[in-house]
């Protein structure tokens, strides 16, 4: 069992930057790869990056390319979404999710998520 707990979301002005964190506990965090995954009101839930376990590959939507960076320290239990250039289309619900398989993170089916953290951005 994986918990995952997100913080840094909050309110921002467009072209702002926030930066997500996701603490992970119960199992080696290194076994996992990492994602993120944000849901709007009314929108399904939507993929925007993913880590594989060793850090040494990232995958984005192609909507985040550019902007968005993720990343992980191994040493601390935590992924970060760093997101700049923010948009009003990036308000969202973000989710973070673990599995042993970056390609399940991908599609949607990781094993393991969290709460959530609310990303507000204003025009």
């Known amino acids: 069992q994986v918990q995952l707990v997100e913080s840094g979301g909050g309110l921002v002005q467009a072209g702002g930057s926030l930066r997500l964190s996701c603490a992970a506990s119960?199992?080696?965090?290194?076994?996992?790869?990492m994602g993120w995954f944000r849901q709007s009101p009314g929108k399904e839930r939507e993929f925007v990056a993913a880590?594989?376990?060793?850090?040494?590959?990232?995958y984005y939507a192609d909507s985040v390319k550019g902007r968005f960076t993720i990343s992980r320290d191994n040493a601390k239990n935590t992924a970060y979404l760093q997101m700049n250039s923010l948009k009003p289309e990036d308000a969202a619900v973000y989710y973070c999710v673990a599995d042993l398989s970056s390609v399940q993170i991908r599609v949607g089916s990781g094993d393991y998520w969290g709460q959530g953290t609310q990303v507000t951005v204003s025009s």
């Open positions: 119960g199992r080696t965090f290194s076994s996992y790869a």
């Open positions: 880590i594989t376990r060793s850090g040494g590959s990232t």
